[in-house]
């Protein structure tokens, strides 16, 4: 009788944990509310979720900015969020959306929109933090006004590649390169986060230009949150990898050209340029080839 009470827990203790895998993981991952999502953490109310859920935003004044962070942790994903940057004179301010895990030695993947004067285009600063070591920044102009409507910003990281994403188009791939002594992020899982803050010490041509206060408060709003990745509970991370699509995600030949064209045209800055920088001598990856497909 005991057997049998162990077998019936047991059985159904494997059928928990495999639901997600029968259900279809992607489905079991994916967020879209951000009442159930998101917290709001930091501004004093200059936080603001809206129509029953579905649109998120961040204001900041002179007194404080504002942000969020998911309520879970991936290690590894894809994750999409449309947003709609600060119009007019935005110089000063930063528009973050970045994935990041805990610690003194943590990793980042990073959106950075830094402002600018009416007029004047964004700029779209990523950058990687590996183990605490950021200095991986590559910067770009986007092909559009990002403040006149919603577009979708989308990272994809799995055990083979990083690649940043602007309207499905990719912008950036920063491949794993372990086997060429080059650090990748693959053992700590990361939240999703947003802020909007005053930067104007840096964020606008150096910190030459600063925030004209008489405009505040600064908006920017999000919607369509999307996460399909590998959810981190108890320190463990639950991962039907076989039915994960972005888990072998790379990019075609036709998105090797969208890439090769968007840094041809839109890119203004790539630290693997940059040797008055390093003037030792480039970073090991921007060197070496990478071994993954």
């Known amino acids: 009788m005991a057997f049998f009470s162990y077998s019936n827990n047991y059985s159904m203790l494997l059928l928990i944990v495999l639901l997600p895998c029968l259900l279809g993981f992607e489905k ?6 951000f009442y159930q999502d998101m917290d709001l953490t930091w501004g004093d109310g200059r936080g603001k979720i809206l129509e029953n859920g579905n649109l998120l935003t961040l204001s900041l004044d002179k007194a404080s900015g504002s942000g969020f962070q998911s309520k879970k942790q991936y290690l590894n994903g894809r994750f999409d969020m449309k947003i709609k940057l600060v119009p007019a004179n935005s110089a000063g301010t930063v ?7 805990q610690g003194s030695s943590w990793d980042e993947i990073d959106f950075e929109f830094l402002g600018n004067l009416s007029g004047q285009p964004y ?35 799995n055990s ?15 491949k ?9 992020p693959k053992k700590q899982a990361m939240r999703l986060y947003a802020s909007l803050w005053n930067a104007d010490d840096w964020a606008t041509r150096g910190g030459l230009v600063k925030t004209d206060w008489t405009k505040a408060p600064f908006t920017a709003a999000f919607r369509s949150y999307n996460a399909n990745g590998c959810v981190w509970t108890n320190a463990a991370s639950w991962c039907c990898q076989n039915s994960a699509p972005w888990m072998s995600e790379a990019l ?42």
């Not at 079991?28 to 509310?33: F, R």
């Not at 950021?134 to 990272?155: I, K, V």
């Not at 083979?160 to 920063?174: N, S, T």
């Open 28 to 33: 079991m991952a994916e967020a879209g509310n």
């Open 95 to 101: 528009t973050a959306y970045y994935l990041r895990s």
């Open 123 to 157: 700029i779209v600063h990523t950058n990687i933090y590996i183990q605490g070591q950021g200095n991986r920044e590559q910067q770009f102009y986007l092909w559009f006004d990002p403040t006149a409507d919603f577009h979708t910003y989308s990272f994809l990281w």
């Open 160 to 174: 083979a590649r990083i690649l940043f994403y602007v309207d499905g188009r990719p912008i950036r791939e920063y």
């Open 176 to 184: 794993n390169m372990e086997s060429n002594g080059v650090p990748y």
């Open 252 to 293: 075609d030949a036709g998105n090797q050209k969208v890439l090769r064209w968007v840094q041809k045209k839109y890119m203004i800055y790539n630290y693997c340029a940059d040797r008055k920088r390093f003037p030792q001598g480039l970073p090991r990856e921007c060197t070496v080839p990478a071994t993954n497909p």
